[in-house]
C-alpha cells in the first residue's frame, strides 16, 4: 500500500508562491479577460532567422538525431570560447575549462548535486532566482540567506555571514545583472568578491544569464578578475541574449575542478542537448550579433515606455540598467497588501499580471518583478489600466 507521507527532498521545498498568482490567471483568462502579462520572464521575440535555419538545416541529417554528448559538442564548446574571448578577454580550455548546459538552470542545478555535500553550506542572495537556493536544498545543502537589496550590501552580508556560520560555506552565489531586481556591477565587485573566496577557501558561482541585456555600459564577468579562474565557476545562457529560451543552450565555464566535477555528473543523467540545437547554437554565438542589438534596443524602449508611463499612472518605478525586468516598490496605498495580495489584486481589477516579489524569498517582500515581455502598445494600454485602479 503506498504512503502518503511526502517524499524527504519535496518537504525541503516551500509551498511554490507563483502558483497562487497563476491560478488567478488561468481563471481569469479562461473566462475571456485580456490579461497583459508582465509576470514572465519569457522572450516574447523570435529567434532570429539564422539561428532557426541551421537548426532546420542539421536536423535534416540523419547522423544528428543519434545521442549526442553530455558535456556538449566539441565544436559547441570552442564556439563558446571564442565568445568568452571576444566579449570579455578571458581564455579558455574547451576541452577542460567548459560544459555545454541544457540552459543554465540546468547547469546550476547539476553543479549543485556535483559540488554539495550533506551539511554544506551556500551563500545565496535573497530575494534571488528560486534555483539559486532551491538547487542546493534538493542536493542536501543549508542555505544560508543574505540580504541583497543592494550589491554593497550583499557582499559585505557575506563576509560577515563567513564569520558566523557555524562550518565554512561551501560556495557563495552571485547574479549580476539580478534576477529579479535588475542590479549591476561593475568588475571591482567581482575583485573584492575573488579575494574575499580565496582568503576563506570558498567557491564563487556567478549567475550571468542576463549578460548581454543591458542598457548602459556592459555588465563584467568575475572571470575577467586575474586568478578567478582558481575559485570560480560561471553559468551563462544563450536563453534571453538570442531569446532562445525554449531551446535550453547553456554553459558552466572556469575552475577546471568544478567544470571536471559538473561534467563527471551530467555524464550519468544526460546526453546534452539535440545535437542540431547545439550546432544553432554555434551559429549564434559566432554568427552576427546586430540581431542581439536590435532585441536589446527594443528592451530599451519598452522600459522606457514602462518607466514613464507606470509614472504618469502614479507609480514611481526606479530605472533598470540591465536585464528584461524591472524591480517595483509595491505603491505606499498598497503596501499594506503583501506581494502576493497586490499582484492578485492587479490581475483582477486591472487586467496586469506581475510577478509578486514573495516569490523569491522573504527579502522580496514589498517588491514586485515587471518583465518587459510585451510591445509598446500593451505596456501603455497596462498603465491605462493601473491608472484606472490607482485613481479610486
Same mark, same amino acid.
Request: charged share 20%; net charge negative; proline share 7%.
Given at each position: 500500500m503506498a504512503t502518503k507521507e511526502e517524499f524527504h527532498r519535496?518537504?525541503?521545498?516551500?509551498?511554490? &508562491?507563483?502558483?497562487e498568482v497563476n491560478k488567478v490567471k488561468a481563471r481569469l483568462r479562461s473566462a475571456g479577460r485580456d490579461i497583459i502579462d508582465l509576470g514572465m520572464g519569457n522572450p516574447d521575440m523570435p529567434t532570429p532567422p539564422h539561428i532557426v535555419d541551421k537548426l532546420v538545416e542539421t536536423a535534416r541529417n540523419p547522423k544528428a538525431h543519434r545521442y549526442s554528448a553530455s558535456r556538449g559538442i566539441i565544436g559547441l564548446r570552442r564556439a563558446i570560447a571564442r565568445y568568452y574571448e571576444r566579449r570579455f578577454d578571458v581564455a579558455l580550455n574547451p576541452e577542460t575549462e567548459i560544459v555545454a548546459t541544457i540552459g543554465s538552470k540546468e547547469g546550476f542545478a547539476n553543479l549543485a548535486q556535483a559540488i554539495t555535500g550533506p551539511g554544506d553550506v551556500i551563500l545565496s542572495p535573497n530575494p534571488a532566482y528560486p534555483i539559486h537556493a532551491y538547487g542546493f536544498i534538493i542536493a542536501g545543502g543549508v542555505i544560508l540567506?543574505?540580504?541583497?537589496?543592494?550589491?554593497?550590501?550583499?557582499?559585505?552580508?557575506?563576509?560577515?555571514?563567513?564569520? !558566523?556560520?557555524?562550518?565554512?560555506? !561551501?560556495?557563495?552565489?552571485?547574479?549580476?545583472?539580478?534576477?529579479?531586481?535588475?542590479?549591476?556591477? +561593475?568588475?571591482?565587485?567581482?575583485?573584492?568578491?575573488? +579575494?574575499?573566496a580565496k582568503k576563506h577557501d570558498i567557491i564563487i558561482l556567478s549567475d550571468l544569464a542576463y549578460g548581454e541585456i543591458y542598457f548602459d555600459a556592459p555588465p563584467p564577468? &568575475?572571470?575577467?578578475?586575474?586568478?578567478?579562474?582558481?575559485? +570560480?565557476?560561471?553559468?551563462?545562457?544563450?536563453?534571453?541574449?538570442?531569446?532562445? +529560451?525554449?531551446? !535550453? &543552450?547553456?554553459?558552466?565555464?572556469?575552475?577546471?575542478r568544478f567544470i571536471h566535477a559538473l561534467a563527471r555528473v551530467k555524464s550519468y543523467l544526460d546526453y546534452g542537448a539535440f545535437t542540431p540545437i547545439q550546432v544553432a547554437a554555434v551559429a549564434a554565438l559566432d554568427g552576427p550579433w546586430d540581431c542581439v542589438e536590435e532585441m536589446r534596443a527594443t528592451y530599451k524602449r519598452r522600459r522606457d515606455v514602462l518607466i514613464e508611463h507606470f509614472a504618469r499612472a502614479g507609480w514611481a518605478i526606479p530605472t533598470p540598467n540591465a536585464s528584461m525586468f524591472a524591480w517595483a516598490p509595491i505603491p505606499e496605498k498598497f503596501a499594506h497588501m503583501g506581494s502576493v495580495e497586490f499582484a492578485k489584486m492587479l490581475m483582477e481589477e486591472a487586467d496586469v499580471a506581475v510577478a509578486p516579489g514573495r516569490g523569491f524569498g522573504q527579502y522580496g517582500e514589498g517588491y514586485v518583478r515587471i518583465g518587459?515581455?510585451?510591445?509598446?502598445? !500593451?505596456?501603455r494600454q497596462a498603465a491605462r489600466n493601473l491608472k484606472r485602479l490607482f485613481v479610486r
Open positions: 519535496i518537504k525541503q521545498l516551500p509551498p511554490y &508562491v507563483f502558483e540567506a543574505v540580504p541583497a537589496l543592494s550589491p554593497e550590501q550583499y557582499l559585505s552580508d557575506v563576509s560577515i555571514a563567513i564569520g !558566523r556560520s557555524h562550518k565554512t560555506p !561551501r560556495a557563495m552565489v552571485f547574479n549580476y545583472p539580478s534576477n529579479p531586481t535588475a542590479q549591476t556591477v +561593475a568588475l571591482d565587485f567581482y575583485k573584492d568578491a575573488v +579575494a574575499l564577468s &568575475v572571470l575577467q578578475v586575474e586568478g578567478a579562474k582558481e575559485v +570560480a565557476v560561471e553559468i551563462n545562457s544563450l536563453s534571453k541574449t538570442f531569446a532562445m +529560451a525554449g531551446w !535550453r &543552450v547553456g554553459m558552466a565555464v572556469g575552475d577546471e518587459l515581455v510585451e510591445n509598446q502598445q !500593451r505596456i
